[in-house]
């Protein structure tokens, strides 16, 4: 049975799960609308379940009931959750009995999660998209979601994404296909996590973690009216994580709100960083900010575009937003000096080089349970390789056969690549400090999204660098498309990013609401 085909009867397996424990909640909601969750962030929830409002398991059942009868349904299906966890209602149950008991344990005690696929969960398959891999369950917890998991979440299921995160203007996958905009469906959903922020939008979740690349978690949050948190490199724990390129990859989470946002992140590093108490306590009148506006002309924009004619609505809406900012403490300074040249040839990316091998080291070193019947074909159960899954991948043809051809890790090359995005990352810190710039802010994305594309304008500024960014959405278009601004710090300055992105939603309090399921 396919991880597709087993979907279709989870709801009825949970709904008897909690039967037999015994768990019965205290509103008992007979239907979905009796218990409305699109929209809620995790605070919102925290808050329901400790006034005895909602119990998990009420939470729990009325995500899974919405999975099952809006992600795959109508003409044009979101297609945003691939696997739902048929534990889920169980463990609810269990959570709900230990509040009762008084035992709480952690800031997420009873609050569903989705993590994006290529996260690994003991629960659930780590497939990075790919139908072949639909069978490869890790044995143990990576580390996010072992932090999680101690705070009291649940693990409600796994995300569509670009398969192997390559791709970071739309959502494809072998295994789950497309994931559709949830404000239009015939556009793009953005990638690599689209999945993962059309179900936060959608209300399968209140939250829902994300990997970024290059835009992969801030360009689905824009594309969505969502916050979308990555943190600097090597804050968050990658172990677990199903790579694309190791110098560049973070775990970020996209929600609602940047509170939501910031605690989720710091309970996914164990709270090693404590980044919201750190936010609260920034002094924003010494904080100096730089507006970049240069990405609402960046090079590579199609002319043709019909786009084009949102530019000047999302640029009024980004000026007025940023002036909205500045009454709120941080200073507005130029930057002249961090132009597009800059950004581009200054601050590279790692050339993705290491992606096949970087794939085979994760598939051959982490342990992994094979279910056979979930399997799309068979594979080697040890020292499996990315070729044995290339068979049916939604990757082109070209980037599968580079991907193969790359030489294996080290190798001068790379070392080289590597050596030159390292020393980007000195001069933008170098930049920043001699201007006595503490935050950088542009355009999320200069345009809307479209059938073929959802991108990102800068995102190198922070994925190339190992800065941290946060998504805000500030504003939608005439057609009801939203759009949002990046805020950017030099790497390790999450704190100061978060405090400022936590202003700027503030000062906007733009209601960007995604269209109510039917």
């Known amino acids: 049975m396919s991880i597709k085909d087993r979907r279709g009867v989870l709801v009825l397996i949970t709904a008897l799960t909690l039967s037999a424990v015994g768990c019965q909640s205290n509103s008992t909601p007979d239907n979905e609308s009796e218990l409305p969750l699109q929209g809620l962030g995790v605070d919102d929830l925290r808050s329901r379940l400790e006034s005895g409002q909602y119990t998990s398991a009420d939470i729990t059942r009325t995500y899974l009931d919405r999975i099952e009868k809006y992600d795959d349904s109508g003409p044009t299906p979101l297609h945003a959750v691939v696997d739902v966890n048929a534990d ?5 149950s269990t959570l709900d009995d230990e509040r009762a008991a008084g035992t709480i344990r952690g800031p997420l005690h009873g609050i569903p999660v989705l993590i994006k696929s290529n996260i690994g969960s003991s629960e659930l398959a780590a497939t990075a998209g790919n139908v072949n891999l639909s069978s490869f369950r890790p044995v143990e917890d990576s580390p996010v979601v072992r932090n999680l998991r101690e705070s009291g979440a ?28 949830i404000f239009d469906r015939e556009f793009s959903a953005s990638g ?19 990997t ?44 609602h709100s940047v509170a939501d946002a910031a605690a989720v992140a710091d309970l996914t590093s164990g709270n090693d960083n404590g980044w919201s108490d750190s936010a609260a306590a920034v002094d924003l009148t010494s904080v100096t900010a730089a507006y970049l506006t240069w990405p609402f002309d960046a090079r590579g924009a199609d002319p043709d575009s019909p786009d084009q004619a949102v530019r000047p609505q999302i640029r009024s809406g980004s000026d007025a937003a940023v002036e909205a900012l500045a009454q709120s403490g941080p200073q507005l300074v130029e930057l002249p000096e961090l132009n597009e040249e800059f950004a581009t040839d200054v601050l590279t990316d790692s050339g993705y080089k290491d992606a096949r091998p970087s794939i085979d080291q994760f598939l051959s070193s982490t342990d992994a349970a094979y279910d056979p019947e979930v399997a799309a074909r068979a594979l080697p159960s040890d020292a499996l390789t990315f070729e044995d899954v290339t068979e049916g991948s939604a990757l082109e043809a070209d980037t599968i056969t580079e991907w193969l051809e790359a030489p294996s890790l080290p190798n ?3 070392d080289a690549t590597l050596a030159k995005q390292q020393a980007g990352t000195q001069a933008l810190t170098d930049l920043m400090a001699a201007q006595n710039v503490d935050i950088l802010i542009y355009p999320t994305t200069p345009e809307t ?5 959802a991108g990102t304008a800068a995102c190198g ?5 190992g800065a941290p960014s946060v998504q805000i959405p500030i504003g ?13 710090a030099a790497p390790g300055q999450d704190a100061v990013a978060l405090a400022v992105a936590a202003a700027l939603e503030a000062s906007v309090d733009a209601d960007i609401s995604a269209p109510a399921l039917p």
């Open 212 to 255: 970024d690349t290059c835009g992969s978690v801030v360009g689905p949050a824009a594309h969505a009216g969502l916050v979308g948190f990555r943190p600097s490199h090597d804050a968050i724990s990658r172990d677990g994580v199903v790579p694309l390129s190791l110098s560049q990859d973070v775990v970020g989470p996209i929600g």
């Open 192 to 210: 690599s996590s689209g999945g993962s922020a059309v179900a936060v939008a959608a209300g399968f979740a209140p939250i829902a973690l994300g």
């Open 88 to 92: 889920a209602l169980a463990e609810a």
């Open 461 to 465: 500024i922070s994925a190339n660098t």
């Open 476 to 488: 939608s278009t005439t057609s009801g498309l939203p759009f949002g601004l990046t805020v950017a």
């Open 154 to 181: 649940i693990i409600l299921g796994t995300t569509n994404m670009s398969e192997f995160a390559w791709h970071g203007t739309f959502t494809k996958s072998s295994l789950e296909g497309t994931t559709a905009n």
């Open 449 to 453: 999204a479209s059938e073929e594309w």
């Open 412 to 414: 001068p090359a790379q």
